[in-house]
């Protein structure tokens, strides 16, 4: 079975602090993503990567960065967090980069 | 532009009849649909995709989906509810750009209530 692990299940940040999101993935996919899912809103795309230290811009990367420095880590960084970037997390990966993905728990991120 | 619509926010079904989610899609050429299924604080689990072939598309906890393309439509479906199959729905449907990488493009969930 593959497994999704992200580093924290809840997280309470300050604004303007730097945060790092940590996601992990155990069966050698090429392809992982990092999703923010809010209530009426669905999924939202924050970046892709298809390969090491390859990224994509999805549809809401302002705010965000990646880094993918290993196969199996995909990292999602708040530079300056604000309210606004409260949100559950989401973590993906997949063999093919649009056949079916595996998600991680999530991570439930406040911003005060 | 791609796109997919769930056009209801919550279905409401009791145990043991059949139940539909409802999923329409628009892509311009062959659509790749998927759909999901997340329990309370949990992530996403894959449940099943059409890809080509058979309409009628089997796949995890007894969940079917038909794919019905003159509808543009990929309905989730199962015979018999049960209480544990209350959750949060999701369709998702390949992006297919005019340039770039395939992307995934969500619907905005469906939550199922099934009612003892």
């Known amino acids: 079975d593959v497994k999704v692990t992200q580093s924290s299940r809840y997280l309470v940040k300050r604004t303007g602090e730097k945060v790092f999101l940590e996601c992990v993935q155990d069966?050698?996919?090429?392809?992982m993503f990092w999703y923010r899912q809010d209530p009426g809103l669905g999924l939202r795309l924050i970046y892709f990567s298809y390969d090491v230290k390859m990224k994509e811009k999805g549809d809401i990367p302002e705010g965000y960065s990646v880094s993918r420095e290993k196969k199996e880590r995909f990292s999602l960084i708040l530079e300056s967090a604000s309210t606004n970037q409260t949100s559950m997390y989401l973590c993906a990966s997949s063999l093919v980069p649009y056949y079916e993905q595996y998600f991680g728990p999530g991570t439930r991120l406040t911003v005060t | 532009a791609q796109s997919v619509a769930q056009p209801e926010d919550q279905v409401n079904v009791a145990e043991g009849n059949p139940l539909t989610v409802k999923c329409t899609y628009s892509v311009s050429g062959n659509p790749y649909l998927f759909w999901y299924v997340q329990y309370p604080n949990r992530g996403l689990q894959f449940l099943l995709k059409y890809i080509t072939g058979d309409n009628l598309v089997k796949g995890s906890y007894g969940f079917e989906a038909e794919f019905n393309k003159s509808q543009t439509s990929f309905h989730l479906k199962k015979p018999s509810a049960l209480v544990s199959d209350s959750a949060l729905y999701f369709c998702?449907?390949?992006?297919?750009?005019?340039?770039?990488?395939?992307?995934?493009?969500f619907g905005t969930g469906t939550r199922l209530k099934v009612l003892a």
């Open positions: 069966m050698d996919h090429e392809n």
């Open positions: 998702a449907v390949r992006d297919i750009p005019t340039s770039g990488t395939y992307k995934y493009i």
